[in-house]
């Protein structure tokens, strides 16, 4: 009996882990479909059109099969997956802005930020014990400052100080939205609920800038929408499917090991800039990513 127990535990674990791979994977595959995008394409109507199809999707979703649990949901949790859904929308919208200019490389390093950030939620707050969590955090922050001088020394064009600030809103906001949506999900919320509401929010952020844009007619917007349908559907679909596998993951994961996991996206990132637009790395490029990752590791070993 025992045995069957711990035989189930480890499938659902395997089967946890298996979902969190394969966001990540999807997320690296979205932003390098933004970065391509934004180069392209209106920032606010690709936001809002894809948008509006995920959301269509997770209405089609939980109408056929969670319309009677939805019911059940109190409004002090609606209210935590409604503020998780904002910070995962301005940290969107963040990431958005700073890629414009910004790499694939740049981005993925401040992924790895999250993790950080989580962990040390974490240690202060929920009274998680990481013994490394000093020397951890050495490292991080060392890693991190050392990218920021070597691209500012090499090229004070590489990165301007307000991608510097999106990135790191981005970061925080993200991280945010990570601990909120977990808090709600330990409560058997439905994750097709918080993946809708979240796109939800986004949708209605950026129809409404696209709305009171002047620069975008009625017949712009037609030709607009000519452009991007099949690169939007295709969007569309990679981030539902990222959204949906990653908070399916979460459900029964702890947030660290969860964030932990993410370090794939960053990897998968850093893969894409190098072979779609030729991002180069140089020494004390890798040797500031080799000591966030390591400072990241030393966290991980603390997990019970």
């Not at 970065?35 to 920032?43: C, H, P, T």
């Not at 056929?64 to 919208?93: C, H």
């Not at 960053?266 to 400072?295: A, E, Q, R």
Request: net charge positive; hydrophobic share 55%.
């Amino acid at each position: 009996m025992n045995k069957l127990i711990v035989t189930n535990y480890l499938k659902s674990n395997l089967i946890n882990m298996v979902y969190l791979i394969l966001s990540n994977f999807f997320y690296a595959l979205n932003n390098l479909l933004w970065k391509r995008a934004l180069s392209k394409f209106n920032l606010w109507f690709i936001i809002a059109s894809r948008s509006l199809i995920t959301s269509i999707i997770g209405f089609i979703v939980i109408v056929s099969a969670y319309l009677d649990t939805i019911n059940t949901i109190d409004f002090p949790v609606f209210l935590t997956i409604f503020i998780a859904s904002v910070f995962g929308s301005l940290g969107l919208i963040c990431m958005i802005y700073a890629l414009k200019n910004g790499s694939l490389s740049q981005l993925a390093l401040f992924n790895l930020m999250i993790v950080f950030l989580v962990g040390s939620f974490l240690f202060f707050f929920e009274g998680l014990d990481f013994k490394n969590y000093r020397v951890a955090s050495l490292l991080i922050i060392g890693g991190f400052v050392l990218y920021i001088y070597q691209i500012k020394k090499k090229n004070r064009q590489l990165i301007s100080m307000q991608q510097l600030l999106l990135f790191s809103l981005m970061s925080v906001f993200f991280a945010c939205s990570i601990l909120m949506h977990w808090y709600s999900l330990k409560k058997d919320i439905p994750v097709i609920f918080s993946v809708t509401t979240q796109e939800l929010v986004v949708f209605l952020s950026s129809i409404t800038i696209v709305i009171i844009s002047p620069s975008l007619s009625l017949v712009k917007l037609r030709d607009e929408l000519k452009k991007i349908s099949t690169t939007v559907i295709l969007m569309a679909s990679i981030i539902f499917a990222a959204i949906w596998t990653g908070f399916s993951g979460l459900q029964f994961t702890d947030p660290l090991i969860s964030s932990l996991i993410s370090l794939l996206t960053p990897i998968l990132t850093i893969l894409f800039g190098v072979i779609f637009y030729k991002d180069k790395w140089n020494y004390l490029t890798i040797f500031s990513f080799l000591l966030i990752s390591l400072g990241i590791y030393l966290i991980n070993l603390e997990i019970p």
